[in-house]
């Protein structure tokens, strides 16, 4: 039952290799920024309400994300075990998924975190811009969500601490993923 927290800073093919991992195991990967963006295209009161923090690459507020979250694992299809991309993002998220997997009897496994030097992120994510058409994928947005990335989810790794499992994301797809398998087997 793998049960699985992935972090890294966007564009270090975080989103990717959590795919990957997830059909490769039977779990489901939960993403709350799939989760936004399925929203915002549907129009919901949950798409209208995170629309322009995501647009403009700030983080949503806490409580939002958090109660999507709580909701998400809720649902049977977790029982099996999840991948966690995206959250958490900051350390009062941290806090409130420890609380909130104590209350549903789980605990996660791992914590992976995914890095790629600056330079080479600014460099995928304008890729992805153009392949993609991701709005939040322009310059001045990239730069703000790298800044929050820095601010506010790079201290998580102080937060779990010896628990995190690190994974250079530079090398090709297929490479990271089997480094991914490799530690995690050993882990
Ligand atoms: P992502 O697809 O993970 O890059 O997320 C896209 C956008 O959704 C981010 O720039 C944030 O605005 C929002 N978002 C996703 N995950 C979180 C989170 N854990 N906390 C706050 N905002 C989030």
């Given amino acids: 039952m793998p049960r699985l927290i992935l972090m890294g800073p966007p564009g270090s093919g975080k989103g990717t290799q959590g795919e990957i991992l997830a059909d490769s195991w ?4 939960i993403s709350p920024g799939d989760i936004f963006r399925a ?3 549907q129009g919901t009161d949950l798409g209208q309400k995170v629309k322009a923090f995501s647009d403009s690459g700030i983080l949503v507020p806490d409580e939002v994300v958090i109660e999507v979250i709580h909701h998400r694992l809720s649902q049977p299809d977790t029982k099996a075990g999840w991948i966690l991309d995206g959250f958490p993002r900051t350390v009062p998220q941290a806090e409130a998924l420890d609380l909130l997997l104590k209350s549903i009897q789980q605990n996660y496994d791992h914590v992976l975190n995914i890095d790629v030097p600056d330079v080479d ?5 304008k890729i ?3 392949q993609l058409g991701r709005t939040d994928d322009t310059e001045e947005v990239i730069k703000q969500r ?3 990335y820095y601010a506010k989810t790079r201290p998580l790794l102080e937060f779990y601490g010896k628990h995190v499992t690190f994974i250079d994301g530079t090398p090709s797809m297929a490479e990271v993923t089997k480094h991914i398998q490799q530690k995690l087997e050993l882990g």
């Fill in 26 to 29: 039977g779990v489901p990967r």
């Fill in 39 to 41: 929203e915002i295209k």
């Fill in 121 to 125: 992120l600014v460099d995928r994510l």
């Fill in 128 to 130: 992805r811009a153009q």
């Fill in 146 to 148: 790298l800044e929050e």
